[in-house]
């Protein structure tokens, strides 16, 4: 493939998007606001026509997605393909440009296309397209990231967890948007709030410092505060929120759309930053599932009847062969390594 400097593009559209098109890219990239999601859902309902548009580029999309690296594609083959296809392309002297109305909803299906199909080809895909839309992401691969924000703003994303900001926020505006889990010192600023999006829950702060755990497939949303203040509300929810403190935690229940305010704080919820490990009566099968998480490890029970075991210890930053012979001598257990795995063996506890 040609470098990306030499990659023709002239045959893109050279009119920018209009607000139609880039109202369903960002649908698509999960960059409306809640109001103006269901506004836009709404509008599914009553217009086939953008429901169809819709399809398009879902489909391409998706195909972007998926591509994972620059496909190896003919510009020239792919736009003509995309013009034989729909209606009003002209031939011969008008050949490579539109002859319908900028309105017209060929003309609106091939900008569609076009987004996609020349992203793929360039090796943007639905990144890319975020970035052009002002955003920027940053993602942890195996390790924790660790990230300054424009205002200061202090954060550590942990493993495979995703953060979206913007390059240059509106003036009074602090967003960004989290998927997975991360760790916020937020620089104080009383004009302007800090506001997480966490999928179906907003963290709203002034100047703080908090952990979000937001898993897209987990049932809950989770808020865990070192210093100042936090409030924590549904998306759906216009009034209804908690407000936490230093040292309390929050949660907010994504079948239920309940909150519920926690006044003593998870002791492992900062594990995965921190390294420190408090377990005092922890059953060993929560411990693991602990483990797993803070070191990014395959820690397994051999026996079920060892996951009730509790385990009362406190560790330190201490790596993670040093953990599992504590375990190995406390709980009377045998790790063993199998490839990648740490196995615990044992005969289980007598309750």
Do not use: H
């Not at 908090?210 to 898993?215: E, H, R, T």
């Amino acid at each position: 493939m040609e470098p990306l400097a030499c990659v023709r593009t002239d045959m893109a559209p050279k009119e920018p998007y209009d607000d139609r098109t880039l109202l369903l890219i960002r649908y698509l990239g999960g960059e409306l606001a809640e109001p103006e999601r269901l506004d836009f859902e709404k509008s599914l309902s009553a217009d086939p026509g953008l429901q169809g548009e819709l399809d398009v580029l879902r489909s391409l999309w998706d195909a972007s997605l998926s591509a994972g690296k620059p496909l190896d594609l003919d510009l020239d083959a792919e736009w003509e393909a995309m013009r034989g296809q729909l209606p009003g392309f002209g031939s011969g002297e008008d050949r490579g440009r539109a002859v319908l109305s900028g309105r017209s909803s060929a003309l609106r299906l091939l900008r569609l296309a076009a987004v996609v199909v020349f992203g793929l080809v360039l090796g943007i895909s639905a990144l890319r397209l975020s970035r052009a839309l002002g955003n920027e992401v940053a993602s942890a691969g195996d390790l924790p990231l660790e990230l300054v924000l424009d205002d200061g703003t202090q954060v550590t994303l942990n493993r495979e967890s995703k953060l979206t900001y913007k390059r240059k926020a509106k003036p009074g505006e602090r967003k960004v948007k989290l998927k997975g889990e991360a760790w916020f010192d937020v620089t104080p600023d009383s004009t302007r709030p800090f506001v997480v999006d966490a999928g179906e829950a907003l963290v709203e702060v002034l100047g703080t410092s908090f952990n979000v755990s937001a898993y897209e497939d987990a049932g809950q949303v989770e808020i865990t505060v070192a210093t100042g203040v936090v409030a924590l509300k549904g998306k759906s929810d216009s009034g209804e929120s908690i407000v936490m403190k230093a040292g309390n935690s929050g949660t907010y229940a994504k079948d239920t759309r309940s909150l519920e305010l926690q006044t003593r704080a998870n002791p492992n919820a900062l594990s995965w930053k921190t390294r420190e490990l408090y377990f005092d009566g922890t059953p060993l099968g929560e411990v693991v599932q602990i483990l797993r998480k803070v070191y990014g490890a395959d820690v397994r029970l051999d026996n079920p009847a060892l996951s009730a075991c509790p385990l009362t210890v406190t560790f330190l930053d201490q790596p993670l062969a040093d953990v599992l012979n504590i375990l190995e001598l406390t709980l009377d257990l045998r790790v063993e390594k199998e490839g990648a795995a740490w196995i615990l063996r044992g005969e289980g506890c007598v309750e």
